[in-house]
Nanobody, 123 residues
Framework: QVQLVESGGGLVQAGGSLRLSCEASGRTFSYYGVGWFRQAPGKEREFVAAISWSGGSTDYAETVKGRFTISAENGKNTVSLQMNSLKPEDTAVYYC????????????????WGQGTQVTVSS
């Protein structure tokens, strides 16, 4: 198993920016993809972005494309999510997850999850 710890959440005004980080430890060599998901109150968990550990391929949800950027620092076992032009509808708990596969946008392909970090965007 790989252990994941998210950080960087908080409260920000609409139009502002936040940077989330996900640090991995443990059997990181067994995992090839890292994804960010989010879950708002009363809603299902949804895909946000994904990247390979090598940083060679990325995927984004349409709702965040052009505003969010996912990046990987392989030597530090860290994946970051830069979130710009935040909107109130981005408010959610954001989760980092690891997968033995690359390029997966469904949560079912991810078998290691962090505890989540709250992002709140005020209008």
């Amino acid at each position: 198993q790989v252990q994941l710890v998210e950080s960087g959440g908080g409260l920000v005004q609409a139009g502002g920016s936040l940077r989330l980080s996900c640090e991995a430890s443990g059997r990181t060599f067994s995992y090839y993809g890292v994804g960010w998901f989010r879950q708002a109150p009363g809603k299902e968990r949804e895909f946000v972005a994904a990247i390979s550990w090598s940083g060679g391929s990325t995927d984004y949800a349409e709702t965040v494309k052009g505003r969010f950027t996912i990046s990987a620092e392989n030597g530090k076992n860290t994946v970051s999510l830069q979130m710009n032009s935040l909107k109130p509808e981005d408010t959610a708990v954001y989760y980092c997850a690891a997968s033995p596969w690359v390029g997966k946008v469904s949560a079912v392909w991810y078998n290691s999850w962090g505890q989540g970090t709250q992002v709140t965007v005020s209008s």
